[in-house]
């Protein structure tokens, strides 16, 4: 079993939804998680960066965590084309610099 | 410069040769990371260098594969005798600091293709 679970999608909504994209992950170690933005053929871009748990805003994003459960959550209101991308999350322990990644999830939002 | 650069951004061999991928991190960056995507996956660590050096390279999948870092900057990764199973994005990322996944940069990748 992986260490980060996350469901590969694709997930297709329209322009404007809400998407709601997650991880689960094994390892209780985990305190600090991000989630990257990977459009094709280019490296990923970090979105959030979270610490423990509870819930961070950074305009049309809100992330997520629950370290109970050890889930994460990704949530994207007003979904534009332009959101239209691989979305991955990453988490890592206090004293690591090793990120440990999620497969991703595709995202397509259609106009 | 601006971001990591990463050379070539793609690259076909034939079965058995070597090859030799370039990062250019960000400058000051004393960290630096490399990490394979393979297809539909997510990244997977390979090797990590603070300045020069690598404590952990756990990542490398065989011996084939090596890297090194000079001057504190660039970075070679380097995989001989390739195989198909190596055909992968090849990712390197830097950072000022090593822990807590902070400030990681990524550059756009080597995309490999062993044919």
């Known amino acids: 079993q992986k260490e980060v679970e996350q469901d590969p999608g694709p997930l297709s909504v329209p322009e404007g939804a809400i998407v709601s994209l997650n991880c689960t992950y094994s390892?209780?170690?985990?305190?600090?998680f991000m989630w990257y933005r990977q459009y094709s053929r280019k490296g990923p871009e970090l979105l959030m960066y979270?610490?423990?748990?509870g819930n961070k805003e950074d305009g049309r994003f809100t992330a997520q965590v629950d370290k109970s459960s050890k889930y994460i959550s990704l949530f994207i209101r007003d979904s534009q084309p332009s959101d239209s991308a691989t979305y991955l999350c990453?988490?890592?322990?206090?004293?690591?610099?090793?990120?440990?990644f999620g497969s991703g999830t595709r995202l397509l939002v259609r106009p | 410069g601006a971001g990591v650069s990463q050379s070539p951004s793609n690259k076909v061999t034939e079965k058995g040769k070597d090859v030799e991928l370039r990062c250019d991190p960000i400058s000051g960056h004393t960290a630096l990371y490399w990490y394979r995507q393979s297809l539909g996956q997510g990244l997977e660590f390979l090797i990590y260098?603070?300045?020069?050096?690598?404590?952990?390279k756990s990542g490398l999948p065989s011996d084939r594969f090596s890297a090194e870092r000079t001057g504190g900057s660039v970075s070679t990764l380097t995989i001989q005798r390739t195989q198909q199973e190596d055909s992968a994005v090849y990712l390197c990322a830097s950072s000022l600091v090593s822990r807590q996944g902070q400030g990681y940069t990524f550059g756009s990748g080597t995309r490999l293709t062993v044919v």
């Open positions: 260098f603070q300045g020069n050096s690598a404590p952990d």
């Open positions: 390892n209780s170690a985990f305190q600090y």
């Open positions: 979270t610490y423990s748990s």
């Open positions: 990453a988490m890592t322990a206090d004293s690591s610099y090793k990120l440990i």
